[in-house]
Every structure is written in C-alpha cells, then in structure tokens.
C-alpha cells in the first residue's frame, strides 16, 4: 500500500505538503508541484488510509448494525431486510460506511468486546435485541453510542425506535374500504 510519504520520496516534497495537496488545502504547493503530486498519487495507485484519517480526526465515518444470527440467513427477516436496507440508505446518502456484524448469542461480552469490526464504528445500531438492558452495560463500558431497533429498554436514557404496530394496523383497515364495515 502506497504512503503519503512513499509519494513525498518520489516528488522530493515532505509527507505534509502531499497531505496538504491531497486533501486540497488552498496555498499547500506551486501549481507545478500540485500537478508532480497528483500525477505520483495516481501512478502509485494511492488510496487515503481511512483507519489512519479515523484516528487523527476521531471519528471513523462508520455505523455498524448488530443483528443476531441463529442459523438463519437475515434475508429470510423482511423486517431485518427493511431495516437493514434504510440504514444503508440513510448512510450511503451521508458519505458513512456501514459494517454489518453479526452474533449469535446475545448478550456476549467478550463477542463484542473483541469484535474488530465494532471497534471501526462511531455507533451502532441494534437490530431487534433480546436483552437490551444487558447489551447496554457494554456498549457504555466501551463507550459505543447505540440506538436499539423494536426493542424498548427499561433506562429511560436508552434511545428506541419501533413501529406502532396497532395504530398501524388500524390505518391500514380504516383505509381499505372493503374492510372498514367489519372493524368499525
């Protein structure tokens, strides 16, 4: 993998000028050198090391979405797949990775702490949980923010979003009209 400071080699220019020219800093170099660095960049085939950029901006752009596996592909859970598809949605929109880890038993603190994947996340998403209150103790010790999806947490501080089944239901009755006499 090509470095900034392979490419400030290859220029003759320090590891910070080719930062400064990567990242567009207006003033970083003349128009020549500007052109000599990107030129290197492209024919070094280099890419911006995110984990890098993760650690010096403090955040690394990414959400992951717990959901837990039993044997059974997620696929098979239209409400796993819809959710699933929003958040892509949602992140793919604000330029933010999305990393998909799964478990099979929940709670699992050491599944969690030793996962690599969420420790690259700014937060996570937790796809209908069994236990929230028990995953919640871990991701505050590992001071991962999270929002659990259909499952509401008995701490008042826990965020939650779920679907209003009944009243949903209700719309959609009161809506279909070859149905409205029998419910009304």
């Given amino acids: 993998m090509t470095t900034l400071k392979d490419i400030a080699r ?6 910070v000028t080719v930062s400064d020219i990567l990242n567009s800093k207006s003033g970083a170099a003349s128009a020549e ?4 660095v990107l030129k290197a960049a492209k024919e070094m085939h280099y ?5 890098a950029r993760g650690l010096r901006n403090g955040r690394m752009n990414t959400v992951g979405v717990l959901l837990r596996y039993s044997n059974s592909p997620a696929s098979g859970n239209p ?5 699933l598809d929003s958040v892509l949605a949602v992140n793919t929109k604000n330029h933010k990775t999305t990393i998909l880890v799964t478990m099979e038993d929940w709670p699992n603190e050491q599944g969690l702490s030793q996962n690599p994947a969420l420790t690259a996340c700014d937060g996570v998403v937790l796809a209908v949980p069994p236990d929230i209150d028990a995953l919640k103790a871990i991701l ?3 001071k991962l923010p999270f929002v659990s999806i259909g499952t509401k947490s008995s701490h008042p501080d826990v965020s939650y979003v779920d679907v209003e089944n ?3 239901a209700q ?10 006499g029998i419910f009304e």
């Avoid at 290859?10 to 590891?15: D, E, Q």
Wanted: with cysteine.
């Fill in 10 to 15: 290859a220029c003759g220019v320090s590891a």
């Fill in 33 to 36: 050198t500007r052109e000599r």
């Fill in 47 to 51: 890419r911006p090391n995110l984990v």
């Fill in 79 to 83: 409400v796993a797949m819809i959710l």
């Fill in 140 to 142: 505050d010790y590992h």
């Fill in 166 to 168: 009944i009243a949903a």
């Fill in 171 to 180: 719309i959609a009755v009161l809506n279909n009209r070859s149905l409205r």
